[in-house]
T-cell receptor
Framework: TQLLEQSPQFLSIQEGENLTVYCNSS?????LQWYRQEPGEGPVLLVT?????EVKKLKRLTFQFGDARKDSSLHITAAQPGDTGLYLC?????????FGTGTRLKVLA | NAGVTQTPKFQVLKTGQSMTLQCAQD?????MSWYRQDPGMGLRLIHY???????DQGEVPNGYNVSRSTTEDFPLRLLSAAPSQTSVYFC???????????FGSGTQLSVL
């Protein structure tokens, strides 16, 4: 069974700091999605990466797909309190798409 | 445009009771799925469907049944509720399994 491990599990940082969270698997992804979930709500899609080595930017967020398509990272530059939430990756290898274990980020003002 | 509608929003059950969580979408999505989210955790896939009449098990299917008689509806049935099923349940849909998921607002279920 494919397992998506995310690290770190928890992260608490000061406003303005940079951070990177990771999503890793032992299996190759055909594509990978990143979602953010805020308390009391369902996750919202941030980005989908498809090609090995691909880099996508969404304002202060930079997403990278590993060359071997077995890992991905999300880098946030100059984090803001509005970035607080649960960050989830989701694999798209087969129809049994699963979510990663999640990284809970708290950005302190 | 309602999107994905989940009902009820809150539910309290006694151990052994059964119930159905409703999920409906009006976007003509083929892919629908159910997840449970335990406190502080990610989402675990319970069951999913790639179209009317087709369902399959996810990561944690035990204790749950689903059916997909129409494109719009994908109810989740708890056969005999157990305290371990206390969780927040989310329904989601998309055009295809790897496409953008649209989520319902969630159901907070407590089993006493």
């Amino acid at each position: 069974t494919q397992l998506l491990e995310q690290s770190p599990q928890f992260l608490s940082i000061q406003e303005g700091e940079n951070l990177t969270v990771y999503c890793n698997s032992s299996s190759v992804f055909s594509s990978l999605q990143w979602y953010r979930q805020e308390p009391g709500e369902g996750p919202v899609l941030l980005v989908t990466v498809v090609t090995g080595g691909e880099v996508k930017k969404l304002k202060r967020l930079t997403f990278q797909f590993g060359d071997a398509r077995k890992d991905s990272s999300l880098h946030i530059t100059a984090a803001q309190p509005g970035d607080t939430g649960l960050y989830l990756c989701r694999s798209s290898g087969t129809y049994k798409y699963i979510f990663g274990t999640g990284t809970r980020l708290k950005v302190l003002a | 445009n309602a999107g994905v509608t989940q009902t009820p929003k809150f539910q309290v059950l006694k151990t052994g009771q059964s119930m159905t969580l409703q999920c409906a979408q009006d976007m003509n999505h083929e892919y629908m799925s159910w997840y449970r989210q335990d406190p502080g955790m990610g989402l675990r896939l319970i069951h999913y469907s790639v179209g009317a009449g087709i369902t399959d098990q996810g990561e944690v299917p035990n204790g749950y049944n689903v059916s997909r008689s129409t494109t719009e509806d994908f109810p989740l049935r708890l056969l005999s509720a157990a305290p371990s099923q206390t969780s927040v349940y989310f329904c989601a849909s998309s055009y295809g399994g790897g496409e953008k998921l649209f989520f319902g607002s969630g159901t907070q279920l407590s089993v006493l």
